[in-house]
Nanobody, 126 residues
Framework: QGPLVESGGGLIQAGGSLRLSCAASGQAFSSYTMAWFRQAPGKERRFVAGISRSGGSTSYADSVKGRFTISRDNGKKAVYLQMNSAKPEDTAVYYC???????????????????WGQGTQVTVSS
């Protein structure tokens, strides 16, 4: 898997929406489970959402369930995170990550992921 590049971050008001994108350059994008993590200042990096290689399975952190949606387009080598009903506590740097060793599993631990993007800042104002 090649470099991952996130985009779409920015400043939004509470209750607003934002769509993050992550573009991959590797040839084997469809062979990787993809995930979004986030890290707030002074806190550890935490799992937000993950999606299986085919896109048929997804997993979400309880804190975003029902508000965020992860999706992927293997033809475009991209993964997305649609953020709705944003809350101030969603403020963080958001990272996309790729994991290629465990087909059928969506790991929530950051240590399982092999490739990371540089992150994109999301700020939700109250």
């Amino acid at each position: 898997q090649g470099p991952l590049v996130e985009s779409g971050g920015g400043l939004i008001q509470a209750g607003g929406s934002l769509r993050l994108s992550c573009a991959a350059s590797g040839q084997a994008f469809s062979s990787y489970t993809m995930a979004w993590f986030r890290q707030a200042p002074g806190k550890e990096r935490r799992f937000v959402a993950g999606i299986s290689r085919s896109g048929g399975s997804t997993s979400y952190a309880d804190s975003v369930k029902g508000r965020f949606t992860i999706s992927r387009d293997n033809g475009k080598k991209a993964v997305y995170l649609q953020m709705n009903s944003a809350k101030p506590e969603d403020t963080a740097v958001y990272y996309c990550a790729a994991e290629g060793d465990s087909p059928g599993l969506i790991w929530m631990g950051a240590s399982h992921y092999d490739y990371w993007g540089q992150g994109t800042q999301v700020t939700v104002s109250s």
